[in-house]
């Protein structure tokens, strides 16, 4: 047994209660005891990423109940994951001390995140699906607690009730899809003695044989059920409404949300299994681009209209995840590179979304939660420190050139116009106007934040007195903007790590171009309308496309108003009278029974002659029907 990789995920745990327990007597204790834990997490994961590099992947299981299997699981993939969890949540975790430094129930708030980031490490390192999933449930607990952790605020208790249940939909993906999965695999003839039809590395080994197996269409649908899992988790259409309220957390919850916990999660769990979808029938991997380029999309034209520097951030989440998604979902043309342009993106995504709402966490303390662009600016005087990494981490964002975000998102866009080329199909070309369309919209939304934010003179009270936090409290975010500005170096080597056949991808030099340019014009158009005082003389709220977009597209009505409170509320009405009918049947039955029984106990009174009668009576009625059924 290799114990480092299975203290990963096992620290953080050990972290959570201590945070809990200690910091009940001493709040001071529970930062620095989580971040502790999460740092030593991060040890064993180089130690284990130099194991694996000397002795290839780490696999440990043993037999856990019938024919399933707990363990661990660690490759090059797996690697990847867990050194960017750690890493980013230290960095989050030691931000958060001076964050939350002054909330009276702090120790409860690090004995969740530490929870939650362990149930991130273990979900990772999990070498079985049941198990995946249990971290998978685990994460998704700790982001409902964290969600609601100001419990005293109405929104916030909405979001997080409003976060559990739409990803449980995609939960109940994932579960059908593993019962189908391993009901399906249950005749196998390569399963081996000790080796569970949910086991990793037996699915993504044994991929190929496995659709020769059970049938590509079957194989197929388990996939999309896993991509249904993923779209809930990851915020993608149609299920991502739930995302932007989770802004009601705490900023630095919402930086471990969106950069190194949950949301990153089905995007692994794709990548994990992605033999399952390149072996399966086609429309498994085109589902996958399909739903990630739409999302990245359309979520970048929500992310225009709004207002809160939370939310906009929130909808850049769902766009960036969208962009991962639909790289991997590439691979259907592309192969196992669309894996590790994903996950590239993955990464320096974590690291400069984490700076954002880091950035936006310091403001937000400085202007005492006030959280509308619009009463903001002329921040960059007064926060020079703070604004000027919150514009390292929107270039990264807009995929600035020179910028890992550079290296990451516009490969990504690259990958899906050699898709068009090699697919031969004129409807293979959407990915790419839908991907490079993003880059114009991510623009727009990126700098329209950050030049309410930085530029023009303070527009409220409280953006007068702002200030930079203490230097030492800004490092962390100032080694998160060095890995925003310089992570893109290593896009050769990792995508070589991550799969040996990947390749930065090659494309004519003017479409290369085109995505620089819209980001350009993004940037450029920005602004001209928000850079000076040109946006107060724009009135477009009457617009009705505006109102259309700035109503999200009515999703949440939709969801709410009518699928819901109208059918499901029907639904569950009907269940519910239904339920109760049987029940009273049912206890109908047992008063009968019970009643007949009293009703013949008092026939049992000893007196021979009344037996004969009743013995007498009972032949004449048999003796009746049969004459009856003769004469019929």
């Known amino acids: 047994m290799y114990i480092y990789g299975w203290l990963i995920f096992i620290t953080p745990i050990v972290g959570a209660f201590l945070s809990f327990a200690l910091g009940r007597h001493d709040r001071r204790l529970a930062g620095p005891i989580a971040s502790l834990a999460i740092g030593l997490s991060l040890v064993f994961s180089i130690l284990a990423f130099f194991r694996v590099q000397s002795s290839g992947p780490i696999d440990n299981s043993y037999n856990w109940f019938f024919n399933i299997n707990a363990g661990i699981y660690i490759d090059h993939l797996a690697l ?56 998978w449930e685990l994460v998704g607990l700790c982001s409902y607690l964290l969600v609601g952790f100001w419990f005293f605020k109405p929104n916030a208790t909405s979001a997080a009730k409003k976060a559990f249940i739409v990803t449980r939909v995609g939960d109940l993906l994932f579960l059908i899809g593993m019962a189908i999965l391993y009901f399906s695999l249950m005749g196998y003839p390569g399963l081996t003695s000790g080796v569970s039809p949910l086991d990793i590395p037996f699915l993504i080994n044994h991929a190929q044989s496995i659709a020769s197996y059970v049938g590509p269409n079957t194989l197929g649908a388990v996939a999309v059920l896993f991509l249904g899992a993923a779209a809930g988790k990851s915020a993608q259409f149609p299920l991502h409404v739930w995302i932007p309220d989770a802004m009601e957390g705490p900023t630095t919850v919402s930086a471990l949300i969106h950069a190194a916990t949950m949301v990153t999660a089905g995007v692994y769990l794709v990548a994990r299994v992605f033999p399952i979808f390149y072996y399966s029938a086609p429309f498994a ?7 990630g380029a739409f999302t990245a999309f359309f979520a970048g034209i ?35 590179s669309g894996v590790s342009y994903g996950m590239f993106h993955l990464v320096v995504h974590a690291d400069f979304k984490a700076l954002l709402f880091m950035c936006a966490g310091a403001i937000l303390i400085a202007l ?37 975000g550079y290296f990451s998102k516009d490969s990504i866009i690259a990958a899906s116009w050699i898709y068009f080329e090699k697919s031969g199909s004129p409807y293979a070309i959407i990915p790419w106007i839908l991907l490079a369309g993003g880059s114009l919209l991510t623009a727009l939304y990126t700098f329209r934040m950050f030049f309410r934010v930085a530029l023009g003179k303070p527009r409220s009270y409280l953006a007068e007195k702002a200030h930079d936090p203490k230097p030492v409290v800004l490092i962390p975010l100032m080694i998160l903007g060095a890995g925003a500005l310089f992570l893109g170096l290593i896009q050769p080597y990792f995508y070589r790590y991550v799969y040996s056949q990947a390749v930065v991808p090659s494309i004519p030099l003017y479409i290369e171009a ?43 009505r939709l969801f709410t108003n009518v699928i819901a409170e109208r059918f499901i509320a029907a639904f569950s009405g009907a269940t519910a009278s239904f339920e109760a009918s049987y029940n009273r049947g049912v206890e109908g039955v047992g008063d009968g029974t019970l009643n007949l029984g009293a009703f013949f106990r008092k026939l049992q009174n000893g007196v021979i002659e009344n037996y004969f009668i009743f013995l007498i009576i009972g032949i004449s009625v048999i003796f009746i029907i049969i004459e009856i059924l003769g004469v019929l």
Do not use: C
């Open 80 to 135: 990847v994951m867990v050194l960017m969890v750690s890493f980013v949540s230290l960095m989050i975790h030691i931000f958060a001390m001076y964050y939350m430094g002054e909330d009276p129930n702090r120790h409860i708030y690090f004995a969740e995140t530490a929870l939650f980031t362990s149930g991130m490490l273990g979900l990772v390192v999990s070498s079985n699906l049941v198990l995946f999933f249990l971290f």
């Open 514 to 556: 085109i995505p620089i340019t819209l980001m350009a014009i993004g940037i450029i158009v920005t602004y001209f309308i928000y850079g000076t005082e040109r946006y107060k003389k724009i009135d477009i709220s009457k617009n009705l496309g505006y109102r259309i977009v700035k109503n999200k597209f009515y999703l949440d």
């Open 302 to 336: 929500i992310g225009i209209v709004v207002n809160d520097i939370k939310r906009i951030l929130a909808y850049s989440t769902i766009s960036q995840i969208g962009y991962m998604m639909a790289a991997i979902g590439l691979g259907s043309v592309i192969g196992y």
């Open 368 to 404: 005492m939660d006030l959280r509308d662009t619009r009463e903001m600016g002329g921040l960059w005087r007064r926060m020079p420190i703070t604004v000027t990494l919150l514009l390292i981490g929107s270039l990264a964002l807009v995929a600035f050139p020179g910028t890992a």
């Open 285 to 291: 991997l085109y589902s996958v681009v399909a739903v």
